[in-house]
């Protein structure tokens, strides 16, 4: 890995790069979970360059990690913000020229959201007016190539709520505190910024299934056959939204994080589905 950092508004970002830069080769831009980080993604990054011969790019969103802090509470549209205002910057400071956004859980919902914003096979240009209310930079964005979302969330389920209420617990006991803290230069803001608006009442609201129709490109999305935040609702809802080309698919043997759980089935859906974009480009 390549370590670095970037600035973007709000401070300094946390950055890894695996494999070609991205004048020599396209990009698999990573975009983390709700308690991820660069580190967290583990050998995955250098598996899918070697898998795709791509280049690989992760970052740390404020608050987790090694990147600058993010002020708290977030709001209930933390995503939308990530996805209109902050990765734009992300990808242009980075040097992206050509990227498949792969997004685990939250930051699977952000790459959804960011795919939508425009015709993203020209790239994202312009002042962008979301549902966060925030206007993003007038930057010229990177050719999207496609997507790729892993236990992406869509809208708010019983199961997933369940669940985060149920880690705030365990976060709570110390054990899964200590895990974090090694991840992340400030545990607390880290995970209360995503526990605390996923329980926030006002989250129920959340819900992107109807820009999902607006994303052009090609369309990868998985999920843990046992999935314990997400039930395969989510993949359905998202096919039957969606306009551009999509594949979905139930990853057997993982629960929420399938790249880590049953990677070889993960990585060999990823790189697949990257050989069918190249083959499609070169007809």
């Known amino acids: 890995m390549r370590a670095g950092r970037i600035r973007v508004d709000g401070g300094e970002l946390e950055t890894g790069w695996w494999g070609p830069g991205p004048t020599q080769a396209a990009t698999l831009v990573l975009l983390h979970e709700g308690l991820g980080s660069v580190a967290l993604w583990r050998d995955v990054p250098e598996l899918l ?16 990690g090694d990147s600058a802090a993010a002020r708290l509470p977030r709001p ?42 425009g015709d993203a096979g020209l790239g994202h240009a312009g002042l962008g007016h979301g549902a966060s209310g925030d206007v993003g930079p007038a930057l010229l964005g990177p050719a999207l190539l496609g ?7 869509f809208f708010v389920e019983d199961v997933n709520v369940a669940s985060i209420r149920g880690i705030r617990t365990e976060y709570e006991s110390g054990a899964l505190r200590q895990r974090l803290a090694r991840y992340h230069r400030d ?32 369309i990868l999305a998985l999920q843990g056959e046992a999935d314990p935040y997400g039930s395969a609702e989510q993949l359905q809802v998202f096919a039957a939204h969606a306009r551009a ?21 993960t990585l ?16």
Do not use: C
């Open 49 to 64: 360059s070697a898998a795709t011969g791509w280049g690989v790019f992760a970052y740390s969103r404020f608050g987790y």
């Open 76 to 117: 209930m549209t933390y995503m939308h913000h990530e996805a209109e205002v902050v990765l734009p910057q992300v990808l242009r400071v980075a040097g992206i020229r050509r990227s498949v956004l792969v997004g685990h859980s939250d930051g699977g919902s952000i790459a959804a959201i960011y795919a939508a914003l």
């Open 147 to 153: 997507l790729v979302t892993i236990a992406a969330h």
């Open 187 to 218: 545990v607390e803001v880290a995970f209360r910024g995503w526990n605390d608006a996923w329980l926030d009442p006002r989250f129920r609201d959340f819900d992107i299934t109807e820009r999902l129709g607006g994303i052009r490109v090609p």
């Open 245 to 265: 080309p999509i594949e979905t698919g139930l990853i057997a043997g993982a629960r929420h994080s399938p790249h880590l759980e049953a990677k070889e089935a």
């Open 268 to 283: 060999a859906a990823i790189a697949g589905f990257i050989a069918t974009l190249e083959r499609g480009a070169s007809t």
